[in-house]
Structure formats: C-alpha cells, structure tokens
C-alpha cells in the first residue's frame, strides 16, 4: 500500500459525458502528479500541482483540467469524453521539498479504470 | 520521441536464476532514475532509484546499475522468485524544476518455478 488513494476504482461512461477522478496524496506529501496509461501510449504524464498551484503540464487535452485543493487532494476532471479517452489514470504523489532536492520518488495510488462507451 | 526505451517487451527466467532487465535513455538532463513493477489492476509499485552521481545501487535481491556514457541502465533481481512476476517500468526525471517521470514500455517479466 504506497498511502496513495483514488476513487472510483472503476468507471463506466458514455461518450459526451463528464466525469471527476479523485486523489489524495500520501500523508505530508505536497506534489499530485496524474498519469494516463493507454494501450497503445504506456505511461503518459498529464499534470503536476504542487502545494494548490499547478506546476508543469505534459500531454493534457483541453477537455481535461486538474486542481488541487486546500487539503492537498486532487480530482481530474475529464469532460467531453471520447471512446479513446478509455485507459487507466493514475495519481502520484511526492514529497517535493520545494527545491532541497529535485531527485524525488513518486508513489503511485491504485488507479482509476475509465471505459467510455 | 520515446527518451526512455525498454527494448525487450518480455523476458522468461527460470526460479533461482538472475533476471536482467534493461533500459536506455536519449536525453542527456535525466539525473534520476527509477524501476516500477506493476501487476494488473494495480498501480506501479516503486522498487528503487538511482542518481546520476552514482554507478550502482542495491536494496536486498534488486540491484540497479547505471552506465551514463552509454546512457544505459539495468536492473538485475538475483534470485528471481515466481512473485517477481511482473511488469516493470524503467522511468527517469531531472531538468529544472520539473519532476515528471517519463516512462519507458515496460518489460514483462516471468519466472517459471
């Protein structure tokens, strides 16, 4: 158990449709990192938020947004769906003292499996 | 652009024997490097990590070796047990402040008893 959680575990919609995914890191940790996993793409990272503010952005559609609240949880929020929105997001979570070191580990939750019919 | 490539899509190792894992990396600002193993339907769980400062490090039966001049890194698992089976994941960071990992395909790893 890495400490990260996500909800819902799994997620069934149709195309159209919005949904939120939710987060929260592993106690003390101030960086959300989330990730998508395709079939055909492996690990892609989406986004990074640090301490509330959003850090570096990666392959993120428009359609796609993030934040992370006060509590330090995070939801991603995907809307307009697609069927090849289908795959499985993953939520990270890492210490990120602020600049001591910038070699951190990310601890990855259990993931969110989306099918989008 | 894959920066970080898992050439071998699978690998099949006998109980007992030593799994090496391999993994090498086009971008010259990676400075720390990392293995993931992951079952289905579960996230990547972290085994260990490597600095760019550094050639090798071991923790129990998984040891990671880095070769930056060939930008090259291994990971061996010695012995290999049936419950290594597994995908794993070779990922790297560094440049600026931006931490994201960039994930290599993954290797499927099986250890037949």
């Known amino acids: 158990d890495s400490g990260v959680t996500q909800t819902p575990k799994h997620l069934i919609t149709a195309t159209g449709q919005r949904v939120t995914l939710r987060c929260s890191p592993r106690s003390g940790d101030l960086s959300v990192y989330w990730y998508q996993q395709s079939l055909d793409q492996g690990l892609q990272f989406l986004i990074q938020?640090?301490?509330?503010?959003?850090?570096a952005k990666g392959n993120i559609l428009e359609r796609f947004s993030a934040q992370q609240f006060p509590d330090l949880h995070s939801e991603l929020n995907l809307s307009s769906l697609e069927l090849g929105d289908s795959a499985l997001y993953f939520c990270a979570s890492s210490v990120d003292p602020g600049g001591r070191t910038r070699q951190e580990t990310q601890y990855f939750g259990p993931g969110t499996r989306l099918l989008v019919l | 652009d894959q920066q970080v490539k898992q050439n071998s899509p699978s690998l099949s190792v006998q109980e007992g024997r030593i799994s090496i894992l391999n993994c090498d990396y086009t971008n010259s600002m990676f400075d720390y490097f990392l293995w993931y193993k992951k079952y289905p339907a579960e996230g990547p769980t972290f085994l260990i990590s490597i600095s760019s400062i550094k050639d090798k490090n071991e923790d129990g039966r998984f040891t990671v070796f880095l070769n930056k001049s060939a930008k090259h890194l291994s990971l061996h698992i010695v012995p290999s047990q049936p419950g290594d089976s597994a995908v794993y994941f070779c990922a790297a960071s560094g440049g600026g402040s931006n931490y994201k990992l960039t994930f290599g395909k993954g290797t499927l790893l099986t250890v037949n008893p």
């Open positions: 938020y640090y301490n509330g503010e959003e850090r």
